[in-house]
């Protein structure tokens, strides 16, 4: 039986424009068992819907802060 996917969401800190949003959804899109990564600027978050049986949520947030922001 297949997983049902999960979902988080995750404060950023630093993100100020489009291109600040695009990068942090590369960085989030490039974790294996990411399925959909939003990103928006104001409030400062990103929901990701993944699959926990590849990827979990350290491995969310390191590629957030390898992007070169911080998660709250």
Known sequence: MAE???QETL???GMSCGHCKA???RWLS???GVIEA???LNPGQAVV???PTQTDREALVK??????????
């Open 11 to 13: 404060s950023i800190e």
């Open 23 to 25: 990068a942090v959804e």
């Open 63 to 72: 590629a957030v802060e390898d992007a070169g922001y911080s998660v709250k």
């Open 49 to 51: 819907v993944y699959d």
């Open 4 to 6: 049902v996917p999960a």
């Open 38 to 40: 939003k990103v928006t």
């Open 30 to 32: 490039a974790v294996k």
